[in-house]
């Protein structure tokens, strides 16, 4: 594998679900992210991870929780999501986190029944 | 309030038609400017980084500049597989680190 690779591609669930988005990057980078495109807007920054640590939460819902174990894994637990949280969620790293250039994995596109 | 705006929303143009993608922003210093390309259902495909005014860069039929309150994507005579959005990011001076603010991208049509 190689660049950023994110599991599953695509995911059906029910408000009551819970489930788990997985984002891995090949690259050596130190700082991760999580965004969220929905259509017909631009793509939001939801987390930002750098060296493991969470430097940014832009005022995601608490249904959203991120983890990340170490620089080369990230993970975004969902539960009980609402419809409106259908969108396409982008995982991507850089190197060091500091205006530096984000390469993104292909997205998991999620829907909220 | 940093923002990004990117203009036109849609842009269809003939298999060697030449064009330009406008990119305009406002933000508190700039430490970045990165245009990325996106195809349907998939993530955004790094292009290019753009640091300071005056700045070019170019890839195949791309080009891309920067002034002070904008940068251009010249695409010149395009192929019907640059179809896709083009979608513009700054990194502003202040505020947190990492944190790219898009626009809501031109979607190109390439027609043959």
């Known amino acids: 594998e190689t660049g950023v690779t994110q599991t599953p591609r695509h995911l059906v669930m029910g408000m009551t679900n819970k489930k788990s988005l997985k984002c891995e990057q090949h690259?050596?980078?130190?700082?991760m992210y999580w965004y969220k495109q929905s259509a017909k807007k631009p793509l939001e920054l939801m987390f930002v991870?750098?060296?493991?640590?969470?430097?940014e939460n832009n005022s995601v819902p608490s249904r959203f929780s991120p983890e990340c174990p170490n620089s080369s894994h990230l993970f975004l637990h969902l539960h009980t999501l609402q419809p409106e949280d259908s969108a396409l969620y982008l995982c991507?790293?850089?190197?060091?986190?500091?205006?530096?250039?984000?390469?993104f994995g292909p997205g998991t596109r999620l829907t909220v029944l | 309030e940093d923002q990004v705006t990117q203009s036109p929303e849609a842009l269809r143009l003939q298999e060697g038609e030449s064009s330009s993608l406008n990119c305009s922003y406002t933000?508190?210093?700039?430490?970045?400017l990165f245009w990325y390309r996106q195809d349907p259902g998939k993530g955004p495909e790094f292009l290019f980084t753009?640091?300071?005014a005056g700045e070019e860069k170019e890839k195949e039929r791309l080009k891309a500049t920067l002034t002070k309150k904008e940068s251009f994507l010249h695409i010149t005579a395009p192929k019907p597989e640059d179809s896709a959005t083009y979608l513009c990011a700054v990194h502003p001076g202040g505020g947190s680190q990492g944190n790219l603010i898009f626009g809501k991208g031109t979607k190109l049509s390439v027609k043959p």
């Open positions: 753009l640091y300071s």
């Open positions: 991870y750098n060296f493991k640590e969470q430097t």
């Open positions: 933000v508190s210093g700039l430490r970045g």
């Open positions: 991507a790293s850089s190197p060091t986190g500091t205006a530096d250039t984000q390469y």
């Open positions: 690259l050596g980078h130190n700082a």
